[in-house]
């Protein structure tokens, strides 16, 4: 997959310096067919510090949490997660309520589980300040995980990363609207992608008009609650109009509702996939598997996962996977 992706930004980067001249006198490459069924896997949020580090400090293995899960996840043709902390020795603590950062040896678990693009754009990627959020996402490109949501800038933190996947082109996006709202990116400022609506759907626009599939990842919502907000549906409904194929929530560390809306899919929350939160309900997350015929998404199925009690992600025994199904009810079903 890796090559894949270099070589889709190899491909990407000469359609933009190839001039349109030269490239009328040469016949276009041969792009290679898509292959007829491919998987993607996506997964709540990954929180590698606090009690998690110490248990693979303890232990002294830095895959630990993905041991039981990382050859399921490797099976997909491409792995999705959000990483719920810095990753990184720099920083000054901001002291936020909970404040994580993850040691950077931790990479080697991304690593080792298979993740390919991870968002960075949630509310603990600040927690250590912005030179702790640009270590993160210099440390997940090092390691050829690709991270979306946030960037060096505005620009960079809203552009599509975009992935070519057996012939494939998918494009992802990732925003967050759970403070601190101060994470966002400026004009020269490293930071988050925030979640606006105008802005969020010509992102998607654009990222449309490059992709065959698009992604989006929000983290939004409300902790603990296990309905969406009037507001995420209004928002999930939008982005799906705009042009995104999939909509893949986060943060209320446990489960909402999945919807088919218009022939395209949202997961409201993933719930948790490596945190170690206490109340039981935090101790199960979604994962969701994707299955692609060609160029579009023929199926989505989620997959319940459990943290157990050595704080490792498993998939849940005895459950089968359940197809999301068009939900009339969903309107209905959401908090106010
Ligand atoms: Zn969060």
Not at 5 to 25: C, D, E, W
Not at 136 to 155: E, F
Not at 246 to 264: K, N
Request: aromatic share 8%; charged share 20%; net charge neutral.
């Amino acid at each position: 997959m890796k090559a894949c992706v270099r070589l889709f930004t190899r491909l990407f980067l000469a359609t933009m310096v190839v001039a349109p001249a030269a490239r009328a006198q040469k016949p276009a490459p041969e792009m290679p067919r898509a292959p007829r069924e491919q998987k993607l896997i996506f997964v709540g949020d990954v929180m590698l510090s606090r009690s998690v580090g110490a248990k693979m400090q303890a232990e002294d293995d830095w895959t630990y949490p993905f041991e039981k899960i990382a050859p399921t996840l490797r099976s997909a043709n491409l792995t999705f997660g959000n990483l719920e902390c810095p990753v990184s020795d720099t920083g000054r603590n901001r002291h936020h309520l909970y404040s994580f950062r993850a040691d950077p040896k931790a990479i080697a678990g991304l690593k080792f589980a298979g993740f390919d693009v991870m968002s960075v754009a949630n509310n603990h990627s600040f927690d250590w300040g912005r030179p702790a959020l640009v270590d993160t996402l210099v440390r997940l490109r090092a390691a050829g995980i690709r991270p979306v949501g946030a960037g060096a800038n505005d620009l960079e933190a809203h552009y599509p990363v975009l992935v070519r996947l057996n012939g494939v082109k998918l494009a992802f996006l990732a925003y967050v609207n759970v403070p601190p709202k101060e994470a966002t990116a400026g004009t020269d400022q490293p930071g988050v992608a925030w979640l606006d609506r105008d802005r969020t759907s010509a992102d998607i626009r654009f990222a449309r008009a490059l992709a065959d599939v698009v992604i989006v990842s929000v983290h939004w919502g409300v902790e603990y609650m296990r309905k969406p907000q009037r507001l995420q549906l209004e928002l999930a409904h939008q982005m799906i109009d705009a042009g995104a194929d999939l909509i893949v929530g986060s943060h209320p560390h446990v489960i909402q509702p999945l919807e088919e809306y218009h022939g395209r899919w949202i997961a409201y929350s993933l719930g948790n996939f490596i945190f170690d939160q206490h109340d039981p309900p935090t101790h199960h997350g979604l994962m969701l598997e994707v299955t692609l015929a060609g160029k579009r998404i023929r199926q989505v199925q989620s997959v319940p996962i459990t943290i157990d009690g050595s704080l490792q992600a498993v998939v849940t025994n005895g459950e089968k996977p359940a197809e999301a199904r068009p939900s009339e009810n969903a309107e209905r079903a959401a908090a106010q």
